[in-house]
């Protein structure tokens, strides 16, 4: 028999329409967006299913937005017969790592909204108040990466923000030190994309939306996981409720260290992956990491069935 982890999305995965189905199939996913709207005080719901898309893009309603739409996917998906008890571990990529946490059971639903929207105002208001954004490269290393941005920084700040799989990795920084990176990847051999994000992420840049979460995260009720989820700055596992606020806290100013994550993982005996939440960005990072792993997605009212026969067969 299998060890199976459920792994959630962070920004960047949402689409108009998300969710919607879900809602119209499950009585669960349904209560989700409605306790959703009473937290956030406004229609969450409305702006999954109907956009306008400029709006979702927005770092501060984008990342309340996707991780309601997971947990409402989950949600559906236990309401479908799935179960917390077929996973032994749990993680996520960035934001996703606030929906790993409520699914193990580490902070109730409306203290993780409400951490996560606010999250997502401090975000935004960083990325507003200095010009910056991220770069992906394609085709790199490690190595070659730091290179890069050592020869481009040029006394601004630029650094690795995700390694998100072999040869994939995101840098991040300030404006012009990204321009000066993308007119250097040739030169590394290598192919930059620039990303269509508000600002740098996971950078020094973002030490002022670190410094406003603490004291939220100081005030939100945290206990110990009851799967273990794995930490994006570390690759470890969380423990005691001080040590993941911590975890948080750092987790906005440092790199996603999302490939060792899922190599953690599988090293712990994860054969078997099930993708909770919009879009199949992780689901196409695995194929990268270890083709081996099965890797399931669940992120429509059509997915869940499937998934959750999966998970029974094992």
């Known amino acids: 028999m299998g060890t199976s982890a459920v792994i959630f999305p962070g920004q960047g995965s949402q689409l108009v329409g998300m969710g919607r189905d879900i809602a119209a199939a499950s009585v669960r996913a349904r209560d989700v967006f409605d306790r959703a709207n009473n937290v956030l005080g406004f229609d969450i719901a409305a702006l999954c299913f109907d956009g306008p898309a400029e709006r979702l893009a927005q770092t501060d309603i984008q990342q309340p937005a996707i991780f309601v739409t997971s947990i409402a996917l989950w949600e559906a998906f236990t309401e479908a017969g799935g179960t917390p008890e077929q996973f032994s571990f749990a993680g996520g990529l960035s934001l996703g790592e606030y929906s790993a946490l409520q699914v193990a059971g580490a902070v109730e639903f409306e203290d993780a909204l409400r951490l996560v929207q606010r999250r997502g105002q401090l975000m935004q208001t960083a990325a507003v108040a200095s010009p910056s954004g991220m770069v992906s490269l394609i085709g790199v290393d490690q190595a070659a ?67 406003g979460l603490w004291p939220v995260l100081q005030e939100t009720p945290f206990t110990q996981p009851a799967i273990a989820v794995i930490a994006n700055v570390d690759a470890e596992y969380h423990g005691e409720a001080s040590a993941i606020r911590r975890s948080l806290r750092n987790q906005v100013v440092s790199p996603v260290l999302w490939q060792r994550c899922i190599e953690t993982l599988i090293s712990g005996g994860v054969d078997r992956f099930v993708e909770v939440g919009p879009g199949r960005v992780l689901t196409g990072l695995m194929r990268k990491i270890d083709r081996k792993m099965t890797a399931v997605n669940v992120s429509t009212a059509e997915s869940i069935s499937g998934a959750v026969a999966a998970l029974t067969e094992s």
């Open 145 to 211: 990466a730091v290179a890069l941005c050592d020869r481009a920084r040029e006394g601004d700040v630029l650094a690795p923000a995700n390694f998100n799989c072999r040869g994939q990795i995101v840098i991040s920084g300030s404006r012009a030190a990204c321009d000066r990176a993308l007119e250097l990847t040739n030169e590394f051999g290598c192919r930059g994309i620039a990303l269509d994000v508000a600002g740098a992420f996971h950078s020094p840049l973002m030490e002022p939306a670190a410094e």
